[in-house]
Antibody, heavy 117, light 107 residues
Framework: QVQLQESGPGLVKPSETLSLTCTVS????????WSWIRQPPGKGLEWIGY???????NYNPSLKSRVTISVDTSKNQFSLKLSSVTAADTAIYYC???????????WGTGTTVTVSS | DIQMTQSPSTLSASVGDRVTITCRAS??????LAWYQQKPGKAPKLLIY???TLESGVPSRFSGSGSGTEFTLTISSLQPDDFATYYC?????????FGQGTKVEIK
């Protein structure tokens, strides 16, 4: 059974870069798309972007200038970098798997990231 | 971006009630719509994809319908485990976008 687990710092200073990793276990990272989604406290869901195992990416234009998603197939991991963070980037960050139809069928448990000095 | 609007935002219902949640898209998304259930402190869980296909393991009391710009999620007989927040998501056009959520509360 495929499981996803996010990891990374829970506190990031304003203007710095948020870095998170999602580890895929119980299955291969190949043949799927892998997304990052975030949820500010008490609010709804925002899709950040995805990466295909081949390395192709698609980002939400609202964040595109600050986002980089990468994949390491040898480690069965993919990662998110979000630069120049502000308090508005404080959220629970989820990683998720998508099929070729792009709905997200498996989600990680989420990790809370707070942007504060 | 395609805007997804859910109604109502909050719904109060009793165990055994039939519940319907509506999701409207700002432009046609064919049948490229998913529904998720989220409980407090938990990740969203996929319920339905392609507007009406039930994800494996999801109880049959959940059903989805619609195409184009109007979609519905129906719970035929609300169970205690169903009190949660429900989100729709379109994946017809990037960026994928979610509705604002519908919270189903105990009446």
């Amino acid at each position: 059974q495929v499981q996803l687990q996010e990891s990374g710092p829970g506190l990031v200073k304003p203007s710095e870069t948020l870095s998170l990793t999602c580890t895929v276990s119980g299955g291969s990272i190949s043949n799927h798309y892998w997304s990052w989604i975030r949820q500010p406290p008490g609010k709804g869901l925002e899709w950040i972007g995805y990466i295909h195992y081949s390395g192709s990416t698609n980002y939400n234009p609202s964040l595109k200038s600050r986002v980089t998603i990468s994949v390491d197939t040898s480690k069965n991991q993919f990662s998110l970098k979000l630069s120049s963070v502000t308090a508005a980037d404080t959220a629970i960050y989820y990683c998720a798997r998508s099929s070729t139809s792009y709905y997200m069928d498996i989600w990680g448990t989420g990790t809370t990231v707070t942007v504060s000095s | 971006d395609i805007q997804m609007t859910q109604s109502p935002s909050t719904l109060s219902a009793s165990v055994g009630d039939r519940v319907t949640i509506t999701c409207r898209a700002s432009q046609s998304i064919s049948r490229w719509l998913a529904w998720y259930q989220q409980k407090p402190g938990k990740a969203p869980k996929l319920l339905i994809y392609d507007a009406s296909t039930l994800e494996s393991g999801v109880p049959s009391r959940f059903s989805g319908s619609g195409s184009g710009t109007e979609f519905t999620l129906t719970i035929s007989s609300l169970q205690p485990d169903d009190f949660a927040t429900y989100y729709c998501q379109q994946y017809n056009t990037s960026p994928w976008t979610f509705g604002q959520g519908t919270k189903v509360e105990i009446k």
